[in-house]
């Protein structure tokens, strides 16, 4: 009698830390059935591995940038490129549109996200940012950096919120999180995304399409919108100079999705009062970019996602996945 043959473990590649931490997890997500972690290589080491499964979990991407890669981030995706067997990859971000997962889909292989995960966070960055623009806060904290006395009743006062209109390109998780809050503050809120079907009740809605017929009356455009086809370089020069004098703009989605040469032309010339930024054309912003320095213009390094409950969140949604594609 023919014994049968073992069955063959799932080869899921994960970073040390990942595997560590999350080995019972995905044992209990497997419900028993076999697995086994496959390390990426070493820095200077050419083997290829196989791997059926990868989970690019935060501490692999580290502080590498779509732009600049670090080397064991590096090793990681080349890991994932060469390995002949890979189907499903499930990355820790929101987005997707890094060269090495368009590589990965172009081949066949199943990119899942972890939209939604950081939405809140994001949202809420977004609106601090939004927040610190309409109380001219840098130009209170540069006050403070001089030590001056500066109240805003000698430079104008700001306006108020309420009755003002934002425009959210983009309404997923975040989008939606940051009109809702918008709506409470007083603000008319339209929104502009792939279809045109009503976003929810008091919201006038459009396609990209119709953006520019929504821009003269924008106070604030924010964005929230992946990196597609149809937003890649939308908010260009035409677009900025269709809004209001005194508008500002807060980007949380992608720096690619704006013309960032006419962004800078558009703050410079006062067609833009000022601009919340988390995401750049070219990251880390190089250290001769003039965003540095605007005084209208609030800068962060790609970090309005970072939070401390991020991980739980997307394990979770790495496990639940997992489940359904172990049975």
Excluded at 127 to 154: H, K, N, S, T, V
Excluded at 156 to 165: A, F
Excluded at 307 to 315: E, H, K, L, M
Excluded at 318 to 323: P, Q
């Amino acid at each position: 009698m023919t014994a049968s043959p073992s069955p063959t473990p799932l080869r899921i590649l994960l970073s040390a830390a990942a595997a560590r931490a999350y080995a019972k997890d995905i044992d209990a997500a497997l419900e028993g059935r076999l697995w086994t972690v496959v390390p990426a290589p070493a820095v200077g080491d050419d083997t290829v591995v196989d791997a059926d499964i990868a989970f690019v979990s935060r501490d692999v991407t580290g502080l590498s940038t779509k732009h600049e890669l670090q080397p064991a981030t590096a090793r990681f995706y080349n890991a994932m490129l060469q390995a002949p067997s890979l189907r499903w990859v499930h990355v820790h971000s929101a987005g997707a549109d890094r060269p090495v997962y368009v590589r990965l889909r172009e081949r066949g292989v199943t990119v899942t996200t972890s939209s939604g995960a950081n939405a809140a966070v994001v949202a809420q960055t977004a609106l601090a940012g939004l927040l610190a623009l309409a109380r001219q806060f840098p130009q209170l904290m540069a006050a403070q950096r001089e030590r001056r006395w500066a109240p805003l009743i000698g430079s104008g006062l700001p306006r108020d919120l309420d009755g003002q209109t934002a425009t959210i390109v983009g309404w997923g998780p975040i989008g939606q999180q940051i009109g809702a809050v918008l709506k409470v503050l007083g603000l008319k809120v339209v929104v502009v995304r792939q279809s045109a079907a009503q976003a929810g009740p008091d919201y006038e809605t459009t396609t990209f399409a119709g953006l520019a017929d929504v821009l003269p009356r924008t106070d604030w455009l924010v964005l929230a919108c992946p990196l597609t086809d149809d937003t890649r370089g939308l908010i260009d020069a035409a677009a900025l100079a269709r809004l209001p004098g005194g508008a500002r703009l807060v980007n949380v989605s992608r720096g690619e999705v704006v013309d960032e040469a006419a962004l800078i032309a558009a703050l410079r010339d006062g067609q833009l009062a000022g601009a919340y930024l988390d995401v750049y054309a070219h990251e880390p912003l190089p250290v001769d970019s003039p965003l540095w320095d605007m005084p209208n213009v609030i800068a962060t390094p790609h970090s309005a996602g970072f939070s401390d409950g991020n991980a739980a969140r997307v394990v979770q949604m790495f496990l639940t996945r997992l489940r359904e594609w172990g049975r």
